[in-house]
């Protein structure tokens, strides 16, 4: 072995080191934020599976650094040059030597350990141990409960449980009926910290949870502090003569130790629980609950979707071809289930289910993160049929200027102006798939009301397809016109069984 070969394999493993204290560091000090407060995810699960988290995540970025400097783009060239040189005292062949071949690998290689350390949101290396953390460390299913807990109603708490609370408070502050008072009211957010106070006193009795409680950062002493000195105030305050200042002022703090009160509780909640179901059952008896359109086996509806789209093609294509042999052009009739049928499903799947597919995405990590609940979502339909257009317009200016025409120069702008018209059907058709799950199926719909509930969304949608492809085929030529006949007849069922297969059957934190 070589000198410039070992001192090679030296640079490796020092960057084997860099690499593996940076993962290690950018892992460890990852938050999220809980209200106003970052959290640590390595609190919600067992040390040993974060651990196992914390290992993936180093080794990962080993072996990426390794491929980077050994296979791709490798260091070795460089490190030759220089020790040869260094060895030679030719420091001018050296300054000659360095060219692409050697100076790309070290900027490569450089760029790779900044943005282990570097945190943004567009880093793609820290969207990878985010997605790492998420799998370990269930830190987004914290947000879901830390939301829940905030906004949970407690007029249904049991009056056991009240009498519980009402005998560990130091000073009497509260009433029974406080929990049946408008949520905006001093005497229910005091009523709310005290329940979620009483939770987390029953996690603090098991030796389980200690290390959640002696950790700094959930600010478990200054909870109690800032609880048992609340309770005096609360009690000095319903004695007072009411005062606006000193009302806004209480209530401020009251929210803010309703906050610290819901991060350490969702905290417990997580790490403590067993199962996703086991959580939200917590959750229930503390009166939360978590949004009631969450959807199940989600990748079914992708699938079914899917297979709606292609049975939808083959149907409308083949009933158009039939119809335009018949009637229409008799002497110049069409082959039916020719390769052309295969080559318009490829098309239409990207086209309708890629979209459709990104608002479950969307869907997803938007209402995890989102506190307020509310019936329908408006903004966020009007959100995902823009970003239904333009995927779709995208995918036909990919497809079919790439396959179909074929043009020399090809200008994605000028393409994506002209392709807009194919963009209209699957932006509503996202749009509507939005809306129907904040509409969930009704467990009393007999086998007829689905039926009829189907057909009249096929017949729907269906005319407002051919309404759409007509003024998207309109400047097709006369010879063309068994190609707009067939168009329109494919988008009539294309677009009628995707309407058609919008019902979704949702799940409650009980389910």
């Not at 708490?157 to 502050?173: C, E, P």
């Not at 003569?241 to 997580?270: F, G």
Request: proline share 4%; hydrophobic share 50%.
């Amino acid at each position: 072995m070589t000198v410039e070969h070992l001192i090679y394999l030296a640079v490796q493993l020092l960057g084997t080191g860099a690499v593996l204290f940076l993962a290690y560091q950018s892992f460890q000090k990852r938050r999220i934020q809980l209200g106003a407060e970052p959290t640590l995810p390595q609190y919600f699960i067992r040390r040993s599976t974060y651990w196992i988290g914390t290992a993936s995540y180093c080794a990962l970025m080993t072996a990426l650094y390794w491929l980077l400097t050994w296979q791709w783009l490798p260091l070795e060239p460089l490190v030759t040059l220089i020790v040869k040189n260094l060895r030679s005292g030719e420091l001018v062949n050296l300054l000659n030597g360095l060219d692409g071949n050697t100076i790309i690998p070290l900027i490569a290689a450089g760029l790779f350990l900044f943005l282990l350390a570097r945190e943004s949101k567009f880093n793609p290396l820290l969207i990878l141990r985010d997605s790492i953390h998420d799998a370990f460390a269930t830190p987004a299913k914290a947000v879901e409960i830390y939301n829940a807990l905030i906004n949970s109603r407690l007029s249904a708490v049991d009056d056991s449980l009240k009498a519980q609370i009402a005998n560990r408070l130091l000073v009497s502050s509260f009433d029974p009926g406080d929990f049946e008072k408008s949520s905006a009211t001093v005497e229910y957010k005091w009523a709310h910290n005290c329940l979620l106070f009483d939770q987390i006193q029953d996690y603090a009795n098991q030796s389980s949870f200690r290390r959640l409680f002696t950790e700094p950062s959930l600010k478990w002493g200054e909870i109690c502090i800032s609880y048992n000195a609340m309770s005096e105030k609360v009690a000095v305050w319903k004695k007072a003569e009411p005062h606006y200042t000193k009302t806004i002022n209480l209530i401020k703090e009251l929210d803010h130790l309703t906050s610290l009160l819901c991060r350490l509780l969702a905290s417990l909640v997580v790490f403590g629980s067993a199962s996703e179901n086991d959580m939200w059952a917590t959750v229930k008896q503390l009166g939360g609950k978590a949004h009631e359109a969450r959807l199940k086996h989600t990748y079914k509806y992708v699938l079914l979707f899917t297979a709606a789209t292609a049975v939808g093609v083959i149907l409308g294509r083949e009933i158009s071809v039939l119809l335009h042999n018949a009637f229409l052009f008799p002497d110049k009739p069409l082959p039916h289930f020719s390769y052309t049928t295969l080559r318009w499903i490829a098309y239409a799947i990207p086209m309708y289910v890629l979209p459709i597919a990104l608002v479950f995405i969307s869907r997803s990590l938007t209402f995890r993160r989102q506190r307020e609940q509310a019936d329908r979502y408006y903004g966020f339909y009007m959100a995902m049929m823009i970003m239904g257009f333009i995927v779709s317009t995208m995918v036909s200016v990919l497809v079919l200027e790439l396959t179909f025409y074929r043009r020399e120069h090809f200008d994605f702008l000028d393409s994506f102006l002209d392709h807009m018209r194919w963009g209209i059907l699957p932006a509503l058709m996202c749009g509507f798939v939005a809306y129907r799950m904040d509409t969930p199926a009704s467990e009393s719909e007999t086998l007829s009301d689905l039926i009829t509930a189907a057909a009249l969304r096929f017949l729907g949608w269906g005319s407002i397809a051919v309404i759409i492809m007509l003024y998207a085929t309109d400047d097709l030529t006369i010879q063309e016109s068994n190609l707009r006949f067939t168009l329109v007849g494919t988008a009539f069922f294309v677009i009628g069984l995707l309407g058609a297969a919008a019902r979704f059957k949702t799940a409650g934190p009980e389910d």
